[in-house]
């Protein structure tokens, strides 16, 4: 492959239907960055084309720090490509295979940058096609960026993508899971930030069993309260959680509640202070 110019091609890190990501570095920076560009075999495929385009044109238009931030486009032998930061960087998936707590305050801040990124997709009548842990980057200890390869979409297209096709089953919304379908908002986005959160605090998944189990259990609204499985979490994680999960779309925090809710939450004293401490403590006091 001939590579655009000013970058050097690494490897390849996976493919969809019809684009290849590749790692690359760009020369003149001496910086890591992600190469899309359109296979080969679709060059003359005016539909992939459409399509490749479309992607290519919603990831230029973003500019929030917690979304991957497409640096260049082009064409190269009349392959369309666009390059963005750096994929190449933890995930919220790898951190979770780890042993351990991640801890409340770290836990808080990571939900807020992915409701952060929603909401801003939000305003700009956006919504992301799979909020779950291993489309979320971890660049610095507390931050979170969404990766927007693939999962950026216009609103008036949402329905292209509902239901076991798009959204991860530990993190779908319920109404996601059914065939009468209303309108869909970024409300579902909201339910994926609070079921994350959920197993940030819980350190386990709402659910347990595979995708198609864990979205069933959405769907009747089985899955276990945040409070039956970590019964000595303070009062506001219990409430947060709750607004940000609520069964009935019409009951949940919308994008913009959603940060509000967890600004504050990450700014209370007590989140800084580590819980079984804090726990301690209170026994002291009595």
């Known amino acids: 492959m001939i590579a655009p110019e000013g970058l050097t091609l690494n490897k390849v890190i996976s493919e969809d239907t019809t684009g290849l990501l590749i790692a690359a570095t760009q020369v003149r920076l001496r910086r890591a960055v992600t190469l899309k560009i359109l296979k080969k075999e679709f060059v003359s495929n005016e539909r992939a084309l459409e399509l490749f385009r479309a992607e290519r044109e919603v990831a230029a238009s973003i500019d929030d720090p917690r979304l991957l931030l497409t640096l260049d486009v082009g ?12 994929m190449l960087e933890p995930t919220l998936r790898d951190t979770l295979a780890e042993p351990g707590e991640l801890g409340e305050l770290r836990a808080v801040r990571i939900a807020l940058g992915i409701a952060q990124a929603v909401h801003y997709l939000s305003t700009r009548g956006l919504i992301y096609k799979n909020v779950c842990p291993k489309n979320i980057l971890l660049p610095q200890p507390a931050a979170a ?3 927007t390869f693939r999962h950026v979409r216009r609103m008036d297209e949402a329905h292209s993508f509902q239901g076991a096709n798009a959204q991860s089953g530990l993190y779908c919304a319920p109404e996601l899971t059914r065939d009468d379908l209303g309108e869909v908002t970024t409300k579902s986005n909201v339910y994926a930030v609070g079921a994350i959160l959920y197993e940030l ?4 998944p709402v659910c347990d069993g595979n995708s198609a189990d864990a979205r069933a259990a959405h769907a009747a609204g089985t899955t276990p309260s945040l409070k039956e499985i970590r019964p000595f979490l303070r009062d506001r994680a219990y409430a947060v959680v709750g607004c940000l999960t609520a069964h009935d779309p019409q009951q949940r925090a919308d994008s913009a509640a959603s940060v509000a809710l967890l600004e504050a939450y990450s700014n209370d004293p007590l989140v800084a202070t580590p819980l079984r401490a804090a726990k301690k403590r209170r026994r002291r006091r009595r």
């Not at 032998?77 to 666009?82: E, Q, T, V």
């Not at 605090?201 to 386990?204: D, G, S």
């Open 201 to 204: 605090l819980a350190c386990q």
């Open 75 to 86: 064409e190269t032998n009349g392959r369309p490509w666009f390059v963005t930061e750096t």
């Open 145 to 147: 960026k969404l990766v």
